[in-house]
């Protein structure tokens, strides 16, 4: 079995996943050379930690107006039918490529991964892409994965889509992230992370609001928070001790991430909705216990009680309350950990979710060859 893994994002997931199916098929792992040169660093390292025989090829990426996607579009085909795969693995929308897709169908089974299900609150970045974009992909794919079993359900009624072309695969441990510590660094006590992109669905706000509850039971603790979005200023004034918060409104390079990471007691994601997110395995890689609220498929990757806890969302006192009771606790804090990390060495193991992925190819010809006969 050939395989083209395309991606116009979500490239840490991408090269881990192309790293274990390249175990098991042949793979070619077609990736965007970015424009700005810390974005081209950051890929370029993160290239680095796939390992093995696995062939890679960079496509060039117009700003999304520009008519040089025309020429950019046409290099890409003729990539893959040079290549003649037998399933190409389609990663996030993008409306010139996307426009090519009842075409490409013609000729090749079509999976598609979708990371995000719906447009999120405040996300102005997700808004840039049509809407009949995303409907074109869906209505071209022979399958579709999704990271849990909420978004299955959703996603079949959304987008009018058999539940039998959907299949659930987790998303995967992001234990890479450890090649980048070029030093070992101490974890903090009472250092709380929240990391990530800042948009009004991640609810960065009742983190903020919670910090007062938090200090006055714990006086020594601190809130990093790391990423970049929409305006930070409005945050700042939501603080009430600003002494008790280190920002990093920057985005976040791969070495300062695993540092983040290292020092973090626990990780944070006090999210108003989502789909799912690759900031948990990320923390369970580190051996850290979440704490997360009960929006879209989160919970189902969180073991409440066993690798995190689980709060309800927009409820500042609540989300304090789980947060000091693992601040508090320093032995359950570990043992969530080593919870935590357990799970990504089984049901999170990019071994397990290569030979998953590889089910869902078989679907996906089985498809068209019922089709076609």
């Not at 990093?248 to 989502?274: D, R």
């Amino acid at each position: 079995m050939r395989i083209i893994l395309f991606s116009f994002g979500y490239i840490e997931y991408i090269t881990q996943l192309a790293k274990a199916l390249s175990k098991l098929k042949e793979v070619l792992l077609m990736v965007p050379k970015y424009r700005s040169e810390y974005k081209r660093k950051w890929a370029e390292q993160l290239i680095q930690t796939v390992e093995g025989n696995l062939n890679i090829e960079f496509y060039d990426q117009p700003r999304i107006r520009s008519p040089m996607n025309l020429v950019s579009v046409y290099r890409i085909i003729k990539h893959i039918n040079s290549f003649k795969p037998d399933i190409i693995h389609l990663q996030e929308d993008h409306p010139w490529f996307n426009l090519t897709l009842p075409l490409l169908r013609k000729r090749y089974p079509l999976v598609v991964t979708v990371h995000d299900i719906m447009r999120h609150v405040g996300d102005r970045m997700s808004r840039k892409i049509p809407s009949f974009i995303h409907k074109l992909v869906m209505s071209s794919a022979d399958q579709v994965i999704v990271h849990g079993k909420k978004l299955k359900e959703l996603i079949a009624i959304k987008d009018n889509k058999p539940t039998s072309n959907i299949q659930v695969i987790p998303h995967g441990e992001f234990s890479f992230y450890k090649k980048f510590t070029t030093r070992i660094v101490k974890e903090q006590d009472n250092l709380i992370l929240f990391l990530g992109r800042i948009w009004k669905y991640k609810g960065l706000r009742y983190l903020i609001e919670a910090e007062p509850f938090i200090t006055e039971k714990i006086p020594t603790a601190k809130i990093v928070i790391a990423g970049r979005g929409e305006n930070f200023r409005n945050y700042q004034k939501m603080m009430v001790h600003k002494e008790k918060f280190i920002v990093y409104n920057e985005f976040i390079p791969n070495k300062t991430v695993a540092e983040l990471f290292q020092k973090a007691s626990i990780v944070v994601l006090p999210y108003i909705e989502g789909s799912q997110s690759g900031i948990i395995p990320l923390a369970y890689a580190f051996k850290k216990p979440v704490v997360v609220t009960d929006v879209g498929s989160i919970p189902e990757v969180v073991d409440d009680g066993e690798t995190g806890y689980i709060v309800p969302p927009r409820n500042p006192q609540k989300l304090a309350e789980a947060i000091i009771d693992l601040l508090k606790d320093k032995k359950k804090r570990k043992k969530m950990g080593q919870n935590a990390f357990r799970k990504t060495q089984e049901e999170l193991s990019w071994d397990s979710i290569a030979i998953k992925t590889i089910e869902v190819y078989k679907k996906a010809l089985l498809d068209r060859r019922r089709r076609s006969d």
